[in-house]
């Protein structure tokens, strides 16, 4: 009698163990546990590095540029018309930023091969492999998504429309517009401008000419001071990588950037002679100083520490940050 039940239990057993079931706890197996705890690590692991590569691709070190959008609420020693003013200047710089990024998506997918050739430029995620370009599509569609969803938020049409018009011009210039010379150069410096544009807009402060005027030379002084730094960089290479530097020689850059240098310096002096406020006319005419200085040494350092991106001198040079933050201090002033 007592061989049956002990039978029926070796059957048992064997039918737990076809079915993967544990006799007691119904547990899968050990094995198996770790197989499945390794996948979702591998898988967490693979999102992790997809992320990483998404933010490098939207260029954190670009950010501070998006700055410009507070240019002329600060000049004007006010950030808007009304109580919504500081938070609509916060999300036109937000826009701004998802708008960049989404331009620097599409600036990579149309130079993927070019890029893979290139000595620094072959690091970036799309042209390294990190990300495929159909990722890269994707990105730069949900950043483009992104910033007229904030832009909408801002309750002004005129600052979507800012932030739509530099979105074209920046699929424009990947797609073309950087390989013509001197347009490409303007293209460059419309970028800057758009900014400062789109912060006026957003705060409903009107910018002056002498304003719009300084912020144009000034962009087209960094677009040059970028194609000297790249040139230098790159050596004889350099027309290969960007075929508009074919066009730019170093005297000719060096001409362009005095001549922009100059120009900056006295349409801003007319800008603090005619356009700011009586009350902050000496102020602005003393925040000249630092900003001659912080000219001079960016011209300087393009050409002595030639880099591949000329916006790294603006933060980390401790002279330029010094002079930078004495140009500050002299808006901030008159309102403390």
């Known amino acids: 009698m007592t061989g049956v039940p002990a039978a029926g239990g070796l059957v048992g057993i064997r039918a737990q163990a076809a079915s993967g079931i544990g006799p007691v706890t119904g547990s899968p197996p050990t094995a198996a546990r770790v197989t499945g705890a390794a996948s979702q690590g591998a898988r967490g692991e693979r999102g992790v590095r997809t992320a990483r590569a998404v933010l490098r691709t939207a260029r954190p070190r670009q950010w501070p540029k998006n700055l410009l959008v507070l240019a002329a609420p600060l000049a004007a020693g006010s950030a808007g018309r009304d109580g919504r003013g500081p938070a609509d200047l916060v999300l036109a710089v937000a826009a701004f930023t998802l708008a960049a990024a989404a331009g620097y998506c599409v600036n990579d997918l149309a130079d993927l091969e070019r890029d893979r050739r290139h000595p620094a430029k072959r690091l970036r995620p799309l042209a390294a492999g990190e990300l495929t370009p159909a990722q890269g599509r994707v990105c730069a569609g949900l950043f483009a998504l992104g910033a007229l969803t904030l832009a909408a938020a801002v309750p002004s049409w005129g600052f979507t429309a800012v932030l739509a018009g530099y979105l074209a011009l920046s699929v424009a210039y990947s797609l073309g517009l950087k390989h013509l010379a001197g347009?490409?150069?303007?293209?460059?410096?419309?970028?800057?401008?758009?900014?400062?544009?789109?912060?006026?807009?957003?705060?409903?402060?009107?910018?002056?000419?002498?304003?719009?005027?300084?912020?144009?030379?000034?962009?087209?002084?960094?677009?040059?001071?970028k194609r000297t730094a790249e040139a230098r960089l790159l050596g004889e290479d350099a027309a290969r990588h960007r075929p508009a530097l074919a066009h730019y020689g170093?005297?000719?850059?060096?001409?362009?950037?005095?001549?922009?240098?100059?120009?900056?310096?006295?349409?801003?002096?007319?800008?603090?002679?005619?356009?700011?406020?009586?009350?902050?006319?000496?102020?602005?005419?003393?925040?000249?100083?630092?900003?001659?200085?912080?000219?001079?040494?960016?011209?300087?350092?393009?050409?002595?520490?030639?880099?591949?991106?000329?916006?790294?001198?603006?933060?980390r040079d401790r002279r330029l940050l010094a002079a930078e933050g004495l140009w500050l201090l002299t808006f901030l002033a008159p309102l403390l």
């Open 183 to 225: 347009i490409e150069l303007l293209a460059l410096a419309s970028a800057f401008v758009l900014r400062a544009v789109g912060g006026a807009v957003a705060a409903r402060i009107p910018p002056s000419g002498w304003f719009l005027l300084v912020c144009s030379l000034g962009a087209l002084m960094v677009a040059t001071a």
């Open 250 to 315: 170093p005297r000719r850059l060096r001409l362009l950037r005095t001549a922009l240098l100059t120009a900056v310096l006295a349409a801003y002096l007319a800008w603090a002679v005619g356009a700011a406020q009586p009350g902050t006319r000496a102020w602005h005419l003393l925040s000249a100083l630092p900003l001659l200085y912080a000219l001079l040494r960016f011209d300087r350092l393009v050409d002595c520490h030639p880099v591949s991106r000329v916006e790294d001198l603006l933060l």
